[in-house]
């Protein structure tokens, strides 16, 4: 069974672009979160959707943005990309919301670089 | 949202059993004690998680003291492969599914 899949895996921008991130949920996960993980630093929460509907939101400024389609596969957009917003980020879905439901499953990122 | 303190490295050798320990002195009575880890260039990857009783999967154990205010992921025989940040969360038992992250262990194991 396919995983979570990212893309793109590698993407070089400069400062004041805009990018979007693509995020496929494994089959029959309804919630999609999206972290950004700095260099030398745990993953920050930047957004939960489930059902199509964010249910969570982190500190983060409104260049970034995500929707859920459908399908339940997710984007991520930031807009006028800062040099601060190089990062790997990380999609991870899930059946449902709960924490008593246990995991979530992560994919392997988009490394962002913004020169 | 309650916090945890891990130590920041720990080494290990290879085939003997690992305890990382996680102290969560504010946890409240709805708060899931998890536990990921994240390989080198991968994403995090679940190991376990718990509420008040010990767990035990096919990775880890879980021993979770009877006050909760500390945890321990339980490695039962080190592999070179299970070197990895390895982070404690507190997780909402309600509607809200996010992770918060801290710094985690990053354990190192010697063959």
């Known amino acids: 069974d396919a995983g979570v899949t990212q893309s793109p895996t590698h993407l070089i921008k400069t400062r004041g672009q805009h990018v979007t991130l693509r995020c496929s949920p494994i089959s029959g996960h309804k919630s999609v979160s999206w972290y950004q993980q700095v260099l030398g630093q745990g993953p920050q929460f930047i957004f939960q959707y489930y059902e199509k509907e964010e249910r969570g939101r982190g500190n983060f400024p409104d260049r970034f943005s995500a929707r859920q389609f459908p399908n339940y596969s997710s984007e991520l957009n930031v807009n006028a990309l800062l040099l601060g917003d190089s990062a790997l980020y990380l999609c991870?879905?899930?059946?449902?919301?709960?924490?008593?439901?246990?995991?979530?499953?992560f994919g392997e990122g988009s490394r962002l670089t913004v020169l | 949202d309650a916090k945890t303190t891990q130590p920041n490295s720990m080494e290990s050798n290879e085939e003997e059993p690992v305890h990382l320990p996680c102290n969560h002195s504010t946890i409240s009575g709805t708060d899931y004690i998890h536990w990921y880890r994240q390989l080198p260039s991968q994403g995090p990857e679940y190991v376990i998680h718990g509420l008040t009783s010990n767990v035990n999967n096919r990775m880890a154990s879980l021993a979770i003291a009877e006050d909760r205010k500390s945890s321990t992921l339980i490695l039962h025989r080190a592999t070179l492969r299970d070197a990895a940040v390895y982070y404690c969360i507190l997780r909402y038992g309600g509607s809200q599914g996010n992770l918060i992250f801290g710094k985690g262990t990053k354990l190192s194991v010697k063959p």
């Open positions: 991870a879905s899930s059946f449902s919301m709960g924490a008593e439901f246990g995991e979530l499953f």
